[in-house]
C-alpha cells in the first residue's frame, strides 16, 4: 500500500513539473506573463513594468511555499493539488472571463 501511495505522489509531483514549465514558458497561454504585462504598456515602462512583474511572482512565491507547506501537513497532498486546481480555475476565469 505505502508503494502505491509513493509512486501516486511521484507521479502527481512530475505532472506538476510538466505543467509549472509548460506554464512558465508561455504555452499554455499562448505568451509567458511577463511578456503579456511588457506589450501592454509603453516601450519607456518596460524595464519597470517587467521589474515589478518579478517582485510580485518572488513574493508571491515566498508566500506561497509555507502555506503550501501548512497546507500538505494539514490536509495532505491531495488538499494542496485541489486547492491549487481552484487557483488556476479562478484565475483563469477572472483573466479570460472577465476581460
Given at each position: 500500500?505505502?508503494?502505491?501511495?509513493?509512486?501516486?505522489?511521484?507521479?502527481?509531483?512530475?505532472?506538476?513539473?510538466?505543467?509549472?514549465?509548460?506554464?512558465?514558458?508561455?504555452?499554455a497561454?499562448?505568451?509567458?506573463?511577463?511578456?503579456?504585462?511588457?506589450?501592454?504598456?509603453?516601450?519607456?515602462?518596460?524595464?519597470?513594468?517587467?521589474?515589478?512583474?518579478?517582485?510580485?511572482?518572488g513574493?508571491a512565491?515566498?508566500?506561497?511555499?509555507?502555506?503550501?507547506?501548512?497546507?500538505?501537513?494539514?490536509?495532505?497532498?491531495?488538499?494542496?493539488?485541489?486547492?491549487?486546481?481552484?487557483?488556476?480555475?479562478?484565475?483563469?476565469?477572472?483573466?479570460?472571463?472577465?476581460?
Open positions: 500500500m505505502k508503494q502505491d501511495e509513493a509512486e501516486i505522489r511521484r507521479r502527481t509531483l512530475a505532472v506538476l513539473a510538466v505543467a509549472t514549465a509548460i506554464g512558465s514558458i508561455g504555452l497561454a499562448g505568451g509567458t506573463a511577463g511578456a503579456l504585462l511588457a506589450a501592454s504598456v509603453t516601450q519607456d515602462l518596460h524595464p519597470r513594468t517587467e521589474g515589478l512583474g518579478e517582485v510580485a511572482m513574493v512565491a515566498g508566500a506561497g511555499a509555507p502555506i503550501a507547506g501548512v497546507v500538505v501537513s494539514v490536509g495532505g497532498l491531495s488538499t494542496l493539488l485541489l486547492a491549487g486546481a481552484g487557483t488556476a480555475t479562478l484565475t483563469f476565469y477572472f483573466v479570460r472571463v472577465m476581460r
